[in-house]
């Protein structure tokens, strides 16, 4: 399932097994338009937690990072909404939905046991960290963009290239 919640937009959205698009209006979040859309970075924002952190939010964050879910995939409704071809865009990103979800398991089993041979050897939690974004790094485009990992998302119209680039089998019936 790709789910996601856009902290810079003023909907709840997300695909479900059925293929079909939930959206929800936030009426507490004031409306934005794309001009005034922030963008998001996962690595970066990693990047920057690690090194302004205590030693006690590290701790926290590593923690927090043990168990759990695998990541979901986040998409920017208003980037659809405004692509012009937003049928083409959402089947191409359904069609991705399962491989994200294997991808997205097999980094999670790599997180865990990241966290778990760094802390049997006695890493440092800022050290885990790290070793977590390294991995991260090295994965696919689709998981990077999926989670906005260093780059635009899944549906940010610089990525559609590589959007039709990985979904070479897909025909759009409505086009």
């Not at 003023?10 to 001009?35: F, H, M, P, W």
């Not at 963008?39 to 030693?55: K, T, V």
């Not at 090295?138 to 780059?151: A, P, V």
């Amino acid at each position: 399932m790709i789910n996601g919640v856009s902290n810079s937009q003023n909907y709840i959205y997300g695909l479900q097994r059925n293929d079909a698009v939930s959206v929800k209006s936030n009426d507490s979040l004031e409306s934005s338009t794309s001009s005034n859309v922030r963008e998001h970075d996962s690595r970066a924002n990693a990047l920057a937690f690690i090194e302004s952190a205590s030693p006690e939010e590290l701790a926290k964050k590593v923690d927090s990072l043990s168990g759990g879910m695998p990541t979901l995939a986040a998409i920017n409704l208003r980037e659809i909404l405004n692509s012009g071809n937003e049928e083409d865009v959402l089947g191409r990103i359904r069609r991705l939905q399962a491989r994200f979800e294997d991808e997205s398991k097999s980094v999670f089993a790599l997180q865990q046991n990241i966290i778990n041979e760094g802390r049997a050897s006695g890493k440092t939690d800022k050290d885990i960290l790290l070793d977590i974004v390294k991995m991260k790094d090295e994965q696919s485009d689709l998981y990077k963009m999926g989670t906005r990992w260093g780059d635009k998302g899944l549906s940010a119209p610089e990525n559609y290239q590589k959007l039709v680039s990985l979904t070479p089998d897909y025909v759009n019936t409505y086009a």
